[in-house]
């Protein structure tokens, strides 16, 4: 058996002048649940469809479960998928519309369908059109994993669900894992996936821009002291002359301008406050300082938040200053 569930080699997609999917090179381990993490219109879709054989690459090729996509259909009875917006028949019962996958991919034992509805606490004689949203999206996940797959291949799979929603759906992922499913998955938040995934790529403007274990997010965030005082320029000098020196607080800057949406500004302004190296001891700094007559009103150390993480990795601060 491969190592690989998936791997990609410098796979692009053109649409006319888009370039969708730029020379994408990946790939995911068994076992792993992989997160591919950009902004709208990154390219998720397009490589997800790519992989799943739905549309052809303009360059490069991609391997699922060790066989090139387009060679072998037999694959397909081992890789589960959900892509875009969860399409059911409305008039159709749950267990109707499962029934109808159960055949569609000859499945002999027709418990297939009371066995993934349970599994996924599906209701069986609600139709399908009456269905809250995150109800929705689990017979979608149901008609993916009817058939037990080895792999699934998600786009956006919490898109749009409630906060209920999202917990159930990333628990479900996480007992798949435990069970040895492969999990390759679209997001655009990344806080939701750092819960989830074991690896990381984050994918901007068709390139994958960094591939990394998710274990590791947590040392890639950017940490930094913020001190303030009554008077930060005397501060200022006086941490310079004990060789701490200051950097500047608005780097990286907030990502959304604060006056858009207020609940996104940070708790305290940053221009009030000094900004250290996160690894300059804050009882040091709080020493020299009192000593100096300057004492510390706030120390604390923060960190840059998910969000701001990413942009910075898409460069989208670059982005929106050119
Ligand atoms: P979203 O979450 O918004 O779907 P995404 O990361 O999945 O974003 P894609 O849907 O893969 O992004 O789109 C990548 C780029 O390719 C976008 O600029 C999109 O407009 C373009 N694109 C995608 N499909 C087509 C198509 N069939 N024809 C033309 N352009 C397309």
Redesign the pocket.
Known sequence: MPDFAITTAEVS?R??A?L??DGVSLSVRRGEIYALL????????????MLLGM?RPTAGSARVLGVTVGDDRSIWSKVGYLV?SPAAYPELTVRENLEIIRRLRRLPDPRAVDDVMERLSLTPHVRAGTLSMGNAQRLALAKALIHRPDLLIL??PVNGLDPAGVVEIRTMLLELRDQGVTVFL?S?ILAEVARLATRIGI?HR?RLREEFDAADLDSRVRRRLMVATRDNDKARAILAAEGFETIDPLDPPHHLDPALDPALAPAHDRREELALPATVPPDQVATVLVHAGCPPTRLATEEEDLETYFLRAVGAHHDAAS
Do not use: M, P
């Not at 950009?38 to 469809?49: S, Y």
């Open positions: 997609k649409f006319g888009v969708a999917v950009g902004l709208n219109g990154a390219g998720k879709t397009t490589l997800i469809r549309i875009e786009d956006e679209s655009h994918i068709g």
